[in-house]
């Protein structure tokens, strides 16, 4: 459990404010689907969030938040069962705005967090909009790793580490359904029909002969609109030196490349594009004969 309490300094040669983290950088958490709406007669206030993802990889991230009238920005390590590092601090609203609007753009995911008692515990319950309409997850703080936990009536299945509903993995296959003109599987319900349903299409895509990427130039850089999201390709500076770039669905920088490095960086990282793709298609595919 976070106990969230930010310092502000002032350094000795800067009137700059400075922020401290004020509490264990450490999440020790739970996520949960609800089964039904018993929770709202116990909710006791309710905030709008607003979330940026700035980067991903390797199940790390960075992160920008607007809840209600306060900014922060968290940085996330790997988890380990339940526990995961996190350090976050407050920043100022107009700046988390720009990040918002500059870096995150069009990946803002919006929710309404209810703050909902029950048994001693104080459960978040999230209700989304946007593009992830429909998904509500409840999650809670614990202190430490083992404590035993009361679970509500209205709690449904435990979700806690589970890929199936990351938010960049459910905002990438609510955005291929909104390209295709399908409602987005959102929610795993866990039926049988629904698993033999998967393992089929798994089966399918593994007799399906190797893929043809077919790269879209658009200006100065280059798109490819694959089953299971978008890659771009597009140049980039860093540290003052020229790079090609490859990302997925606009989160994740999967790939840099210097100008200089090869002879032909762009066809360098469609090449790796391919076999990012490839081994995404793989991970979906052992997700799915793992439900």
């Not at 580490?161 to 390209?179: E, P, Q, V, W």
């Not at 299409?201 to 002969?209: D, G, N, R």
């Not at 770039?245 to 490349?257: A, F, N, P, R, S």
């Not at 995404?280 to 595919?285: D, T």
């Amino acid at each position: 459990m976070k106990t969230s309490k930010y310092v502000c300094v002032v350094g000795k040669n800067s009137d700059r404010p400075k922020l401290q983290l004020g509490h264990v950088p450490v999440e020790i958490e739970r996520k949960f689907l609800v089964a039904n709406d018993g929770w709202r007669q116990s909710a006791v206030r309710s905030v709008d969030i607003r979330d940026g993802l700035i980067a991903a990889y390797k199940d790390r991230k960075v992160r920008v938040r607007i809840a209600g009238d306060i900014a922060t920005v968290a940085i996330k390590g790997p988890r380990i069962g339940i526990v995961r590092p996190e350090f976050e601090y407050e920043i100022p609203i107009a700046d988390a705005e720009r990040m918002l609007s500059t870096i995150c753009r069009d990946d803002t995911l919006q929710k309404q967090r209810f703050f909902v008692e029950n048994a001693e515990a104080t459960w978040h319950v999230d209700v989304y909009s946007g593009i992830l309409q429909g998904v509500v997850i409840a999650e809670v703080e614990l202190p430490h790793a083992t404590q035993e936990l009361t679970l509500p009536r209205w709690i449904g299945k435990e979700i806690t580490g589970d890929s199936f509903y990351k938010k960049i993995n459910m905002r990438a296959r609510a955005l291929k359904a909104h390209r295709l003109g399908l409602s987005p599987e959102l929610r795993d319900d866990g039926g049988e029909a629904n698993i033999t349903h998967r393992l089929k299409e798994a089966k399918s895509e593994e007799e399906k002969p190797p893929l043809e990427m077919e790269w879209r130039r658009d200006g100065s850089s280059w798109l490819w609109h694959s089953a299971e999201g978008e890659f771009v390709i597009a140049p980039a500076e860093i540290g003052g030196a020229a790079y090609f770039q490859l990302t997925y669905e606009g989160w994740t920088t999967l790939e840099q490349i210097g100008i200089n490095d090869c002879d032909d960086p762009v066809d360098e990282l469609k090449q790796r594009a391919q076999r990012h793709f490839a081994r995404l298609v793989e991970e979906i595919r052992k997700a799915n004969h793992a439900r």
